[in-house]
T-cell receptor, first 112, second 114 residues
Framework: GENVEQHPSTLSVQEGDSAVIKCTYS??????FPWYKQELGKRPQLIID?????GEKKDQRIAVTLNKTAKHFSLHITETQPEDSAVYFC???????????FGSGTRLLVRP | EAQVTQNPRYLITVTGKKLTVTCSQN?????MSWYRQDPGLGLRQIYY???????DKGDVPEGYKVSRKEKRNFPLILESPSPNQTSLYFC?????????????FGDGTRLSIL
């Protein structure tokens, strides 16, 4: 069945450094890739998403890149701040399906 | 304010006692979905609904039921809860048109089945 693998499961960086989280998906028909941030005890919140017709999307300090040939996509956070500490989830979905497949999550810790 | 509302937020109950978790959205969204979140497993889809009276199974539907009698409500029913259904549950909704739309999540319901 469809699945999304996410790495690493935990990531610790120094404040100001960059963080990269990678996901690989199995369904080649997937064409929508959102990233969610979940702070402790809170709901997942969409931080950025990308569709398969673009290779990269940027929003201030966060960016997502997509490689459809290799079936992987990555989240890049630059100039990390302590408030970036959270669990990040990637997901994948195709337009013809209502199933959103999530990765297992990455716990990011930004050390002051 | 646009929101997805889940109730209750917390519930401790016993094996076999039927329970319902309600979910309501005020954004006139066609699509609604239920997920469970367990450590190390991310979010897994239980059931989803494309519109009123249209529902389908997600990846982990066993032990759960849903209904969609009204557009705004999508309750999750556990007819005979068991300890392996202890989890954090999220309801989500989104517009449903030709292209996939971002999902809005509720605040979550933490269920403990003893």
């Amino acid at each position: 069945g469809e699945n999304v693998e996410q790495h690493p499961s935990t990531l610790s960086v120094q404040e100001g450094d960059s963080a990269v989280i990678k996901c690989t998906y199995s369904d080649s028909a997937s064409n929508y890739f959102p990233w969610y941030k979940q702070e402790l005890g809170k709901r997942p919140q969409l931080i950025i998403d990308i569709r398969s017709n673009v290779g990269e999307k940027k929003d201030q300090r966060i960016a997502v890149t997509l490689n459809k040939t290799a079936k992987h996509f990555s989240l890049h956070i630059t100039e990390t701040q302590p408030e970036d500490s959270a669990v990040y989830f990637c997901a994948a979905r195709r337009d013809s399906s209502y199933k959103l497949i999530f990765g297992s999550g990455t716990r990011l810790l930004v050390r002051p | 304010e646009a929101q997805v509302t889940q109730n209750p937020r917390y519930l401790i109950t016993v094996t076999g006692k039927k329970l319902t978790v309600t979910c309501s959205q005020n954004m006139n969204h066609e699509y609604m979905s239920w997920y469970r979140q367990d450590p190390g497993l991310g979010l897994r889809q239980i059931y989803y609904s494309m519109n009123v009276e249209v529902t389908d199974k997600g990846d982990v539907p066993e032990g759960y039921k849903v209904s969609r009698k009204e557009k705004r409500n999508f309750p999750l029913i556990l007819e005979s809860p068991s300890p392996n259904q202890t989890s954090l549950y999220f309801c989500a909704s989104s517009l449903s048109d030709r292209f996939v739309q971002p999902q809005h999540f509720g605040d979550g319901t933490r269920l403990s089945i003893l």
